[in-house]
């Protein structure tokens, strides 16, 4: 890869998820993977749990991006641990995931409550991503990446109200601030095209825009993709060839938008595709599930190493600030001062001056530059024209 952005595709093979191992194989260049674990949990030891979870995925390298779904109330109370002492839960599990770093050079992401937009209001989910922020980073470090995953669905502007979609609990991102958690290391939304939504890219998508632009208001924010599923239909139904090539163009089109100055990948943290049935069994989501598709899953690995080979651009240095000594000032003013005497006695006329004093501008300024000095070069130009017009005077 030619740049850090974190890659992978979340996938089944043969009607089962496949290890990392195998999962490197189809894609190179994969680096991470989500991992979930079920339902809400109560205040308990995590450090087995992540082990079973993750282990694989700690020894071949990859990262895993784990989800899981703890209760405000328990967090808040301390029922999961603080900031000052190492024996509680999450500490624990911090403590964990500091140890798998400094053994195997591979970080763990921590992603609390994917998709809360249909669960929480903005304030709890703010809240419990404080605390887990705050106690994980203080035992686990660097080693740990702290993100979210919103939920798409909930970022569309209804044409019916001109209004996000209200959750049960009366809440929506109409004010999206209500929904920021500071200081995470990405923001990464879950998003699919081709069944409830039309099948297109990123930017094609009703909902996506509004997000990306909300991530990117704030100063320094890395976007990220954390589910990118392409459906080529409704659960029980057969697709097409047609559905299939049109999601094959999809994701062709999509890697051309994400190598574009408009996706701003330096401010990318990274993109996970989806190939799995998922909670739905939807068999239309995965990419080779098909015998009659031969383009998706090509499609996705062709995109996947698009974005590997992204290169982040260059940044402008700026100007040249560094102090130069009155020696290279003063070589600079010679040569300026000798190629533009030169150039003038050799024309030997008026107008021969005047030519000499335009040549030694031209000599004065590249021997200058050669130089690096900007100061040598004005006390070239006018050492010379002093010059100059004195052998005018006195013609």
Request: hydrophobic fraction near 35%; aromatic fraction near 12%.
């Amino acid at each position: 890869m030619t740049n850090n952005l974190f890659l992978g595709v979340h996938e089944d093979y043969a009607g089962r998820p496949i290890s990392p191992t195998q999962a490197k194989q189809r894609y190179p260049e994969l680096n991470a993977e989500r991992v979930f674990t079920a339902g809400a949990l109560s205040p308990q030891d995590l450090t087995a749990k992540w082990e079973n979870y993750c282990r694989e995925y700690w020894d071949a390298g990859t990262t895993p991006i784990t989800s899981w779904k703890p209760v405000k109330a328990d967090l808040t109370s301390g029922l999961w641990g603080n900031t000052t002492s190492s024996t509680g839960y999450l500490p624990k599990l911090g403590l964990k995931i500091k140890e798998v770093y400094e053994t195997t050079g591979v970080k763990t992401g921590v992603i609390s409550h994917h998709e809360p937009e249909d669960q929480l209001t903005g304030p709890d989910f703010v809240a419990i991503n404080n605390v887990v922020r705050d106690i994980l980073r203080k035992w686990a470090g660097d080693a740990v990446i702290l993100g979210t995953a919103y939920n798409s669905n909930f970022w569309n502007i209804l044409s019916s109200t001109g209004k996000p979609k209200v959750n049960s609990l009366g809440d929506s991102t109409l004010d999206p601030s209500r929904w920021w958690v500071a200081d995470l290391d990405f923001y990464g939304i879950d998003i699919y095209s081709g069944n409830t939504y039309p099948q297109g890219t990123l930017p094609e998508h009703p909902s996506f825009n509004r997000w990306f632009e909300w991530v990117l208001s704030h100063a320094g924010a890395k976007w990220a993709v954390i589910e990118r599923g392409f459906i080529t239909g409704a659960k029980g139904t057969t697709p097409t060839t047609t559905l299939f090539n049109n999601r094959k163009s999809a994701i062709d089109r999509e890697a051309t938008w994400l190598v574009s100055e408009e996706a701003q990948l330096s401010r990318c943290w990274g993109y996970l595709g989806w190939s799995t049935p998922g909670a739905e069994d939807n068999k239309n989501i995965q990419l080779d599930y098909w015998s009659g598709d031969t383009v998706s899953l090509p499609a996705m690995k062709s995109l996947i190493n698009k974005v590997s080979l992204w290169t982040p651009p260059t940044p402008d240095p700026g100007p040249d600030t560094t102090p130069y000594s009155q020696a290279d000032l003063d070589a600079a003013r010679a040569a300026g001062y000798a190629e533009g005497f030169t150039a003038g006695k050799a024309e030997g006329t008026t107008e021969g001056y005047a030519s000499g004093f335009a040549a030694g501008r031209t000599e004065g300024f590249t021997a200058g530059l050669t130089e690096g000095v900007t100061t040598g070069k004005r006390g070239a130009y006018q050492d010379i024209a002093n010059y100059t017009q004195n052998r005018l005077n006195n013609l």
